[in-house]
């Protein structure tokens, strides 16, 4: 996945093998170890590959180097909190889909 796009790939099998794991390929940006684990055995378990980053700064690095299919994203991260990890990945073209995932409470902390 490029951009939101499927990478074109020829009929070698190295190619469609390379196309197949960018398109399952996600990103868990998730601070909790047991959650991050578990979030990530689940989507391993349905056939994704699953990288894990357990704070902003290192997330916001993953998603400009790795190509994803979508990236799952805590709001409440040490350091960088996840809001401001999505903003700065949409000033800066990253466009990859990503899911909120969040302990919040209050509904205008999550709609924000």
Known sequence: MKNGQCVEASATAPSHRLRVSLMNRVLVVEDDAAVAEYVKRQLIVNGYRADVSN?????????????????????????????????????EGVDTPVIILTARSSWVERVE
Do not use: E, K
């Open 55 to 91: 704070d902003g700064q290192t997330a916001l690095a993953r998603a400009q180097q790795g190509q994803y299919a979508v990236i799952v994203l805590d709001l409440g991260l040490p350091g960088l909190d996840g809001l401001s990890v999505l903003s700065r990945w949409r000033s």
